[in-house]
């Protein structure tokens, strides 16, 4: 019912609305036709996941955010591909592979995800700084393992229909963006750990008298982060069909910002999952929309720096004091 939906949700799917009638209107009847709307569902998940992991970093608090996401993502491709290919030739058992892919790559995010929070629960090191150092860790080990090059997955035929092929007009892809979303929707709103974790963002003190586990909660915290990054890897090497080093070089931006714009609060201990899902959507169809007009990629670098800083400002800044009346 509309009166158990907040203010945030109601605007961001409004905004949807808004951009996709825009685009129509400005772009012509091919920006709403059912082929482009199913290519911006598939480009919607790997930055999606990516902002996932970074608004439970921010919910946790203690200025909370994770860095490494993109990187982590492109380590899990690469390590995947380069270990089940040595496993299983791709094209003698393309299931087998696929299979074994996505399970090498989840791994990888779950060694990299413990690695973050261990560090930050262990010695200290603020999340900026701790998911930093890792961040160009793992990009270091994709670089040393590649030489700096693209590695081609070839045409495998389930990791390609994973990436690409829609089943009733919905991409595989986005599905099971959706899917995850709604477990982690669940998970923070229904569960003691949704509990603990916003308590935890919002007063560590309170939490450590409260007999919330500070360090156990940071752990859990930074390694779905690294899962979620991890899946995030897969969606890329499967829709790319190659994997890179530096793929999404401007990712941590825009996952930064999506989690912004879904009103996770950026000091901490609030944060809904429904509202980062829509507010990546809308960050998609916009972007969408720019490619549709030919507008520079630079450009669209710039605005999103801006639409980021200016959402950072307007959750600092009282607007009121501005606009109450001269006395």
């Known amino acids: 019912m509309i ?9 961001l799917a409004l905004i949807n609305i808004i951009v996709l009638l825009t685009g129509g209107w400005i772009a012509g009847a091919n920006f709403l036709d059912s ?10 998940p790997e930055l999606g996941l990516l902002a996932l992991g970074v608004a439970l970093a921010m919910i946790s608090g203690n200025g909370g955010i994770d860095l490494s996401g993109i990187a982590l993502a492109n380590l899990s491709g690469i390590t995947a591909f380069l270990i089940a290919s040595q496993l299983i030739a791709p094209a003698a058992a393309p299931m087998a592979f696929s299979w074994s892919f996505a399970a090498i790559a989840l791994c990888v995010g779950l060694t990299g995800g413990l690695l973050n929070g261990f560090m930050i629960a262990f010695t200290g090191l603020t999340p900026l700084i ?3 150092g890792t961040q160009l860790l793992f990009t270091g080990i994709a670089v040393w393992l590649t030489n700096g090059s693209s590695v081609s997955l070839g045409y495998i035929p389930p990791l390609d229909d994973f990436g690409n092929l829609p089943v009733l007009g919905v991409p595989l892809c986005f599905a099971l963006f959706v899917i995850i979303a709604g477990a982690l929707g669940y998970l923070l709103r229904c569960t003691p750990f949704g509990v603990r974790l916003m308590l935890l963002g919002s007063n560590e003190k309170a939490a450590r008298y409260g007999g919330v586990p500070v360090r156990r909660m940071i752990v859990l915290t930074y390694t779905i982060c690294g899962l979620l990054a991890s899946v995030a890897g897969v969606v890329i090497a499967a829709r790319a069909g190659s994997v890179k080093w530096d793929y999404g070089s401007s990712y941590v931006l825009i996952a930064i910002l ?7 609060k950026p000091e901490g201990g609030y944060g809904r ?3 980062v899902l829509l507010a990546a959507t809308a960050l998609q169809i916009l972007s969408s929309l720019f490619n549709f007009l030919g507008i520079s990629n630079f450009f669209r670098d710039l605005a999103w720096g801006v639409l980021l800083l200016a959402l950072l400002a307007s959750a ?3 607007l009121s ?3 109450r009346p001269m006395r």
């Open 321 to 323: 004091l501005w606009l």
């Open 3 to 11: 009166r158990n939906l907040d203010r945030q949700t109601v605007f």
């Open 273 to 275: 999952i429904l509202c």
């Open 130 to 132: 701790a998911t930093l």
């Open 35 to 44: 082929y482009n709307l199913q290519i911006m569902a598939s480009q919607v």
């Open 258 to 264: 999506i989690a912004v714009l879904g009103g996770v």
């Open 316 to 318: 600092r800044v009282n």
